[in-house]
Protein backbone atom coordinates (compact mmCIF):
# COMPACT_ATOMS: atom_id res chain seq x y z
CA UNK A 1 0.00 0.00 0.00
CA UNK A 2 0.94 3.68 -0.49
CA UNK A 3 2.74 5.20 2.41
CA UNK A 4 4.87 8.24 3.25
CA UNK A 5 7.44 8.58 5.96
CA UNK A 6 8.38 12.04 7.32
CA UNK A 7 11.81 12.88 8.98
CA UNK A 8 14.02 15.75 9.91
CA UNK A 9 11.80 17.90 12.20
CA UNK A 10 12.83 18.94 15.58
CA UNK A 11 13.09 22.07 17.65
CA UNK A 12 14.60 25.00 16.37
CA UNK A 13 14.63 28.98 17.28
CA UNK A 14 14.01 31.59 14.95
CA UNK A 15 15.52 32.41 11.91
CA UNK A 16 17.03 28.72 11.96
CA UNK A 17 16.69 26.23 9.22
CA UNK A 18 15.44 22.29 9.09
CA UNK A 19 15.78 19.88 6.25
CA UNK A 20 12.84 17.56 6.09
CA UNK A 21 12.63 14.31 4.15
CA UNK A 22 9.49 12.02 3.32
CA UNK A 23 10.38 8.68 1.52
CA UNK A 24 7.23 7.25 -0.27
CA UNK A 25 6.66 3.72 -0.74
CA UNK A 26 4.03 2.29 -2.77
CA UNK A 27 3.29 4.11 -5.52
CA UNK A 28 5.87 4.82 -9.02
CA UNK A 29 7.10 7.70 -7.31
CA UNK A 30 8.52 9.09 -10.65
CA UNK A 31 5.28 9.69 -11.96
CA UNK A 32 3.69 11.96 -9.53
CA UNK A 33 3.73 15.38 -8.33
CA UNK A 34 4.51 15.79 -4.68
CA UNK A 35 3.55 18.15 -1.58
CA UNK A 36 4.28 18.95 1.43
CA UNK A 37 1.86 20.00 4.06
CA UNK A 38 1.18 20.99 7.62
CA UNK A 39 -1.18 21.40 9.97
CA UNK A 40 -0.60 23.78 13.14
CA UNK A 41 -2.63 23.08 16.59
CA UNK A 42 -6.01 23.95 15.96
CA UNK A 43 -5.73 24.89 12.58
CA UNK A 44 -6.38 22.82 9.45
CA UNK A 45 -4.00 21.58 7.15
CA UNK A 46 -2.57 23.26 4.69
CA UNK A 47 -0.67 23.18 1.69
CA UNK A 48 2.90 24.62 1.83
CA UNK A 49 4.26 23.82 -1.52
CA UNK A 50 4.40 21.15 -4.35
CA UNK A 51 6.84 19.83 -6.87
CA UNK A 52 5.81 18.29 -10.50
CA UNK A 53 6.93 15.25 -12.13
CA UNK A 54 9.46 17.65 -14.29
CA UNK A 55 10.43 19.87 -11.04
CA UNK A 56 8.63 22.76 -11.43
CA UNK A 57 7.73 24.12 -7.54
CA UNK A 58 5.16 26.52 -5.98
CA UNK A 59 4.85 27.82 -2.66
CA UNK A 60 2.33 29.17 -0.41
CA UNK A 61 2.56 33.01 0.08
CA UNK A 62 3.70 32.28 3.73
CA UNK A 63 6.52 30.30 2.29
CA UNK A 64 7.73 31.71 -0.35
CA UNK A 65 11.26 33.20 -0.22
CA UNK A 66 12.33 30.61 2.52
CA UNK A 67 10.93 27.44 1.91
CA UNK A 68 12.78 25.31 -0.98
CA UNK A 69 10.75 21.80 -2.23
CA UNK A 70 12.81 19.12 -4.22
CA UNK A 71 12.89 15.62 -4.71
CA UNK A 72 15.07 12.68 -6.06
CA UNK A 73 13.53 9.94 -8.06
CA UNK A 74 15.97 7.68 -7.73
CA UNK A 75 15.50 7.60 -3.87
CA UNK A 76 11.59 8.05 -4.12
CA UNK A 77 12.26 10.67 -1.73
CA UNK A 78 10.77 14.72 -1.36
CA UNK A 79 12.83 16.93 0.63
CA UNK A 80 11.76 20.48 2.21
CA UNK A 81 14.70 23.14 2.74
CA UNK A 82 13.39 25.21 5.73
CA UNK A 83 14.97 28.63 6.21
CA UNK A 84 14.65 31.69 8.31
CA UNK A 85 12.08 29.58 10.37
CA UNK A 86 9.41 31.85 12.48
CA UNK A 87 7.59 30.64 15.25
CA UNK A 88 4.08 30.86 13.07
CA UNK A 89 6.02 28.13 11.05
CA UNK A 90 5.18 25.72 13.97
CA UNK A 91 3.17 22.46 13.00
CA UNK A 92 3.36 19.16 12.05
CA UNK A 93 4.47 18.45 8.55
CA UNK A 94 3.16 15.77 6.05
CA UNK A 95 4.15 14.75 2.91
CA UNK A 96 1.71 13.44 -0.02
CA UNK A 97 1.33 13.54 -3.76
CA UNK A 98 0.33 17.20 -5.16
CA UNK A 99 -3.44 16.63 -4.50
CA UNK A 100 -3.30 14.91 -1.17
CA UNK A 101 -4.98 11.67 -2.18
CA UNK A 102 -3.43 8.98 -0.29
CA UNK A 103 -3.48 8.39 3.16
CA UNK A 104 -1.73 10.44 5.55
CA UNK A 105 1.75 9.46 7.18
CA UNK A 106 2.46 10.40 10.50
CA UNK A 107 4.47 13.60 9.85
CA UNK A 108 7.32 15.52 11.65
CA UNK A 109 6.61 17.84 14.21
CA UNK A 110 8.47 21.25 13.69
CA UNK A 111 8.48 23.88 16.54
CA UNK A 112 10.17 27.09 16.29
CA UNK A 113 10.53 28.90 19.33
CA UNK A 114 13.46 30.19 21.29
Known amino acids: QVQFVESGGGLVQPGGSLRLSCVAS????????MGWYRQAPGKQRELVARVTTTGATNYADAVKGRFTISRDNAKNTVYLQMNSLQPADTAVYYC????????WGQGTQVTVSS
Open 96 to 103: NEAYANFP
Open 26 to 33: GIIFRTWG
